[in-house]
């Protein structure tokens, strides 16, 4: 499965981004979906995850209440609104499949490029 993210850009504290992930190939209904971001010097991490039908989602800690994964699997599209964003929250994002439920980076098989998302004090 081939995925592409979008939709990072600049934004100041406060403000607000919607990323997109658009993925192609196979059956996007059978794959959990992961948002992961790295930042300059510093590990990619996990920020979201949602599973294939949408029922169960995952939030690391530090996006709890600011950010909001969800899928509409008619548009094999998943998404990431991301509200009261804080410098911490600059880095590259990433969407990632996996037929695993997982938080962990390794259990995800596919990975679209990255979208800049940077936040500005």
């Known amino acids: 499965v081939q995925l592409q993210a979008s939709g990072g850009g600049f934004v100041q504290v406060g403000g607000s981004l919607r990323l997109t992930c658009t993925t192609f190939g196979r059956t996007f209904t059978s794959y959990n979906m992961g948002w992961f971001r790295q930042a300059p010097a510093k590990e990619r991490e996990c920020v979201a995850t949602?599973?294939?039908?949408?029922?169960?989602?995952y939030y690391s800690d530090f996006v709890k209440g600011r950010f909001t994964i969800s899928r509409d699997n008619a548009k094999d599209t998943v998404y990431l609104q991301m509200n009261s964003l804080k410098p911490d929250d600059t880095a590259v994002y990433y969407c990632?499949?996996?037929?695993?439920?997982?938080?962990?980076?390794?259990?995800?098989?596919?990975w679209g490029r990255g979208t800049q998302v940077t936040v500005s004090s």
């Open positions: 949602i599973t294939s039908r949408g029922g169960t989602t």
């Open positions: 990632a499949a996996s037929r695993l439920v997982s938080a962990t980076m390794t259990d995800y098989n596919y």
